[in-house]
């Protein structure tokens, strides 16, 4: 039982852990370093799953040690700037929104005996299918949500507390921040469309398995 905490994988997502503590630490004294370690943390969520299957050391544990720490530095950050936005509502709804569709999905794969919730071969959705099937996919949409997230969170200034405001004033930069920003907002956008795809699929793989039950 020992050796499975300590596989390497593993040994990443407890730095993770560490590196998200000492970035929120410091969100308020200084952006920019938290905006570099939680990407840093963001990164090692692919190199971690990169030695998952090169050492052949994918567990259990490891899965839900990556999934609850992805699932709580993003609540974590979306919870920030809903105080430093108005209206703030707009990223608590993204933040029960990402977590009850991870939940959902996470909860009806253990009730169909699946070793994995990324496993939504029998679905009938194109999307999900996309977005599970094809690594470079799921990257760009996942990326481009975090990456979002900090530009949002390093323009974010007590000067204007409007999302629309700034946002408008994120188009007024350079050509390249500009096309970095409009692309993370196709993959954010694919992102939460997914997430509502994954929740409602997967609430009805619930459903089905309460009927079976029943009968």
């Known amino acids: 039982m020992t050796s499975v905490y300590l596989y390497i994988p593993n040994i990443i ?6 590196i998200n503590f000492i970035a929120f630490a410091v969100c ?3 952006k920019a370093l938290f905006a570099i370690l ?3 943390s963001f990164v090692l969520d692919g190199v971690d799953g990169w030695f998952a299957r090169k050492f052949n050391q ?3 544990f490891g899965a839900v040690l990556d999934m609850v720490t992805d699932r709580v530095s993003t609540a974590c950050l979306l919870a920030l700037l809903s105080q430093f936005y108005r209206p703030g509502l707009i990223f608590l709804i993204l933040l029960g929104l990402d977590i009850t569709s991870h939940w959902f999905q996470m909860y009806s794969s253990f009730l169909s005996g699946k070793t994995s919730h990324k496993d939504v071969k029998h679905t009938g959705n194109w999307l999900l299918k ?3 099937g094809h690594r470079p996919f799921m990257a760009f949409c996942c990326v481009s949500c975090e990456v979002l997230y900090i530009i949002l969170f390093l323009f974010a200034n007590e000067k204007s507390t409007s999302l629309l405001s700034v ?3 994120i188009l007024n930069q350079s050509p390249l921040i500009v096309l970095v920003f409009i692309s993370t907002l196709v993959g954010w956008a694919v992102k939460q469309v997914t997430n509502v795809i994954q929740m409602k699929t997967a609430a009805d793989a619930c459903v089905v398995y309460d009927l079976k039950r029943s009968k």
């Open 13 to 18: 997502g407890y730095f993770r852990i560490i």
């Open 130 to 132: 996309l977005y599970y």
């Open 38 to 40: 939680y990407f840093i």
């Open 28 to 30: 308020y004294s200084n």
């Open 167 to 169: 946002c408008r004033g």
């Open 58 to 60: 994918a567990s259990t």
